[in-house]
């Protein structure tokens, strides 16, 4: 096992460290989550974030934002401050995957869960992206990993493990807020449930045997970690100005219906399913495939494949399904929102595997195509990953990151004051490290009192300000970003 781990471990972080090159912060709301660190650092605003135009609020808890200004005085880098977050929470997940898998079912089980985490086309993804989906899923694993390990060893709850749990649910409340419920709670009412109705047909020694523990953990993590989280927006609507219309309506509320003016692109109930068969490829269609395979062997049999399932596949199997079929519900979906099914996922995966390759005179056969589907896995997400960075320097993709930086270089050398005007590229201000947008009018006094010596501005909107700005000339522009329909930008100086 040991001979393959380092490799793939070693090709799972290039992958991870790879994905988002040429890195930028100019699509999937990237500059909004870099801004709210950004903001803390220079000016101390470490519960409530406005956004680069000033015109808006950040819409998230301040979780992922302090562990981000943490990390930067830490390493005083914000690229590093904005990606190494994430990327460890990735690498937390792959190593829990491993070694839980490996302890239940075998090592090739837990090489194999720690394979299908690395090698698809939703981790490498996020694992650098500036978002809080990986913390957010790591939350959630541990969380669901907890309730596994409990029901695998038939161990009773703790107070320890409830404080455990009332501080990871804690977490994922000041990360994202109560969509932590959405993936948690139908598992565990749906598994909850169905032990239950299994144990009401047992003996109760059988029923012992089989469970030896309750998936619920009391009510009070759950209280506690919402009242945390209702203390912050309470607040947020009492003190800061347009918190609940920006926040509450249109970041929780909008996201289950059109209120008002507030509407969030609603996708289809099915939205999910075809691109988790995308993305988790090769590893979903071989879930599918084992599935038909272990039931063909039973004779069709659902019912009897449900009776001899493990109570800590059952949980996986509700934990996965109860998390996509409640997300589905909700009108307002995005691909990246389902990535903590995946490791779950993954977990299933292993048990599936730990069965598969272990009947008697057909283990080597099955051996030998659970490595042709790793060998495709990775082909896969490395095809994907070197398509990516290929078509991100190709076109251009962090041209406006590299604009900022040669303002930044010039502005040392030559002892310029500068700032910028702009609404739609929120990336601009971090790549130049300045406080915000000025308003065009703001702008232009400045410039005629001789307050700032050069601007950046956008290339359609240089000629009427030019007009305005005494002595103004163009210095240099920013490339064209083939993949965003947005200006390029020019620095205009005396």
């Given at each position: 096992m040991a001979k393959a781990l380092w490799p793939l471990a070693a090709l799972m972080l290039v992958l991870f460290s790879a994905a988002n090159l040429p890195w930028e912060l100019d699509d999937y709301d990237q500059a909004k989550q870099a801004w709210t660190s950004y903001e803390m650092v220079t000016e101390g605003h470490w519960f409530y974030q406005r956004t680069s135009d000033d015109q808006g609020l950040a819409t998230k808890p301040p979780l992922t934002g302090w562990i981000s200004a943490a990390t930067y005085e830490i390493t005083r880098s914000w690229d590093v401050a904005w990606r190494l977050p994430s990327l460890v929470c990735a690498g937390l997940i792959a190593f829990l995957l491993l070694r839980s898998a490996s302890r239940g079912y075998g090592n090739i089980a837990g090489l194999i869960a720690f394979a299908a985490f690395g090698f698809n086309l939703l981790s490498p993804r996020l694992a650098t992206l500036v978002r809080s989906d990986m913390p957010l899923?790591?939350?959630?694993?541990?969380?669901?990993?907890?309730?596994?390990?409990?029901?695998?060893?038939?161990?009773?709850?703790?107070?320890?493990?409830?404080?455990?749990?009332?501080?990871?649910?804690?977490?994922?409340m000041l990360i994202k807020g109560p969509i932590i419920y959405a993936f948690l709670l139908p598992g565990i009412v749906v598994a909850t449930v169905y032990e239950r109705r299994v144990g009401g047909k047992e003996s109760s020694a059988v029923t012992e045997r089989r469970y030896g523990t309750k998936l619920?953990?009391?009510?009070?993590?759950?209280?506690?970690?919402?009242?945390?989280?209702?203390?912050?927006?309470?607040?947020?609507?009492?003190?800061?100005?347009?918190?609940?219309?920006?926040?509450?309506?249109?970041?929780?509320?909008?996201?289950?219906?059109?209120?008002?003016?507030?509407?969030?692109?609603?996708?289809?109930?099915?939205?999910?399913?075809?691109?988790?068969?995308?993305?988790?490829?090769?590893?979903?269609?071989?879930?599918?495939?084992?599935?038909?395979?272990?039931?063909?062997?039973?004779?069709?049999?659902?019912?009897?494949?449900?009776?001899?399932?493990?109570?800590a596949t059952i949980w996986l199997a509700c934990w996965i399904v109860g998390g996509l079929v409640l997300m589905s519900l909700i009108p307002s979906k995005r691909v990246d929102r389902i990535f903590p099914v995946i490791p779950p996922l993954c977990l299933l995966v292993a048990v599936q595997i730990a069965q598969f390759i272990n009947r008697g005179k057909e283990a080597a056969r099955n051996a030998r195509l659970i490595g042709v589907t790793l060998l495709i896995a990775v082909l896969f997400s490395a095809g994907y990953v070197a398509s990516r960075v290929l078509e991100g320097y190709r076109d251009h993709r962090d041209a406006l990151s590299i604009f900022g930086r040669q303002v930044r270089e010039e502005a040392t050398k030559n002892h310029w004051r500068y700032e910028a005007i702009g609404k739609s590229d929120e990336g601009l201000p971090l790549y130049l490290m300045r406080p915000h947008f000025l308003k065009p009018d703001v702008a232009v006094e400045k410039w005629n009192k001789g307050e700032i010596d050069v601007l950046a501005v956008p290339v359609d909107q240089a000629p009427d300000l030019m007009r305005e700005l005494h002595d103004s000339t163009r210095r240099f522009e920013s490339a064209t970003r083939q993949d965003l329909k947005r200006p390029n930008y020019v620095l205009l100086t005396r």
């Open positions: 899923a790591l939350v959630i694993f541990l969380i669901g990993l907890l309730i596994w390990e409990k029901i695998r060893r038939r161990a009773p709850w703790s107070t320890r493990d409830r404080w455990i749990m009332f501080g990871l649910l804690t977490a994922g619920w953990f009391g009510w009070w993590p759950w209280l506690a970690s919402l009242a945390i989280f209702l203390v912050w927006v309470i607040a947020g609507c009492l003190w800061v100005p347009r918190f609940y219309e920006l926040v509450v309506v249109r970041e929780f509320l909008a996201r289950f219906g059109e209120i008002g003016p507030h509407v969030h692109r609603s996708q289809s109930i099915f939205f999910y399913i075809p691109h988790l068969l995308h993305k988790f490829f090769p590893w979903s269609a071989l879930i599918i495939g084992l599935a038909i395979f272990d039931l063909r062997a039973r004779g069709w049999n659902v019912r009897r494949a449900f009776a001899e399932m493990s109570p």
